[in-house]
């Protein structure tokens, strides 16, 4: 008879609820990049700030929060220290190394 192998969970979610969350801060970020734009200090402290204290759904906080330290990190490595109050020009992009 065949060993059945046991495979080891290796994220404390699975896969439905990873495109929850990636769902969620597409939607999100293009809602919040208007008012706050994106990439920058800014819209990183916002999403933080909301992901962290206003409870929508898991999901959605959770992508706040994964987008607001994007937002951070990304501000810090592409020296982008501006504070983006939204509307066009506001937006940093992605650093790519």
Do not use: Q
């Not at 896969?15 to 994106?38: H, M, S």
């Not at 992508?63 to 983006?84: C, K, Q, R």
């Amino acid at each position: 008879m065949a060993k059945v192998l046991k495979v080891k969970k290796t994220a404390p979610f699975g896969w439905r609820v990873a495109l929850e969350i990636a769902a969620a801060k597409v939607i999100t970020e293009r809602i919040l990049g208007g008012f706050v734009g994106n990439a920058n200090l800014t819209s990183g402290a916002v999403k933080l700030g909301l992901g962290s204290t206003i409870k929508i759904h898991p999901s959605v906080n959770g992508a706040l929060l994964i987008d607001g330290a994007e937002d951070v990190i990304t501000a810090l490595l592409s020296g982008n220290l501006n504070i983006g109050l939204g509307g066009i020009g506001t937006t940093g992009g992605d650093v790519y190394m």
